[in-house]
T-cell receptor, first 118, second 113 residues
Framework: EPEVTQTPSHQVTQMGQEVILRCVPI?????FYWYRQILGQKVEFLVS????????KSEIFDDQFSVERPDGSNFTLKIRSTKLEDSAMYFC????????????????FGPGTRLTVL | KREVTQIPAALSVPEGENLVLNCSFT??????LQWFRQDPGKGLTSLLL?????REQTSGRLNASLDKSSGRSTLYIAASQPGDSATYLC????????????FGTGTQLKVEL
């Protein structure tokens, strides 16, 4: 099974600017996730998205973050006003959704977007 | 809060050696456990998924086991090769947790010629 693709591969932005990271599913998947990995740290869950709605979000996913699937295809993560500490690799993942609420299925990760906030 | 720990943090072995990577987790109420490989600066490649009802999964030279009662999983790599050099991550999803994954810090493996 192919992973999702992500754009851009690298994004550099100034503190306080808005950024939009994109996840492009290769086929019509239903379950999507965003994770981030700060350099040298663990991969952390941000949010899960099912059937065009947020199904779960972490403490990290505060009001500065939002997700949507505007055109029924691309899945986006928006950070409204970036902070220095938002610098990280952001990974999109998907499952096939055959299991209950997406559970029990392998998660396939994209290559990530490296976000650098200056 | 669920914690996932991986030991050792780093491992260097000569080519051809069999090796075991360890993963432990608090709270045995997991739905599944997944092992990933991460190359430097790259994404995560799924290696194996073990459902909570399973004891092990095999794929080629890889074998992963799961002991829910003790909160442990191992990844066994047979006949290691330099191309196996990468960071190996384990991650668990919780029952009722919508399949969000909680990751360990990883084991950085180097297989030397």
């Amino acid at each position: 099974e192919p992973e999702v693709t992500q754009t851009p591969s690298h994004q550099v932005t100034q503190m306080g600017q808005e950024v939009i990271l994109r996840c492009v599913p290769i086929s019509n998947h239903l379950y999507f996730y965003w994770y981030r990995q700060i350099l040298g740290q663990k991969v952390e869950f941000l949010v899960s998205f099912y059937n065009n709605e947020i199904s779960e979000k972490s403490e990290i996913f505060d009001d500065q973050f939002s997700v949507e699937r505007p055109d029924g295809s691309n899945f986006t993560l928006k950070i409204r006003s970036t902070k220095l500490e938002d610098s990280a690799m952001y990974f999109c993942a998907r499952t096939d959704g055959k299991g209950l609420a997406g559970g029990g299925d392998t998660q396939y990760f994209g290559p990530g977007t490296r976000l650098t906030v200056l | 809060k669920r914690e996932v720990t991986q030991i050792p943090a780093a491992l260097s072995v000569p080519e051809g050696e069999n090796l075991v990577l360890n993963c432990s987790f608090t709270d045995s109420a997991i739905y599944n456990l997944q092992w990933f490989r991460q190359d430097p600066g790259k994404g995560l490649t799924s290696l194996l998924l073990i459902q909570s009802s399973q004891r092990e999964q095999t794929s080629g030279r890889l074998n992963a086991s799961l002991d829910k009662s003790s909160g442990r999983s191992t990844l066994y790599i047979a006949a290691s090769q330099p191309g196996d050099s990468a960071t190996y991550l384990c991650a668990v999803s919780a029952t009722g947790g919508g399949n969000k994954l909680t990751f360990g810090t990883g084991t950085q493996l180097k297989v030397e010629l």
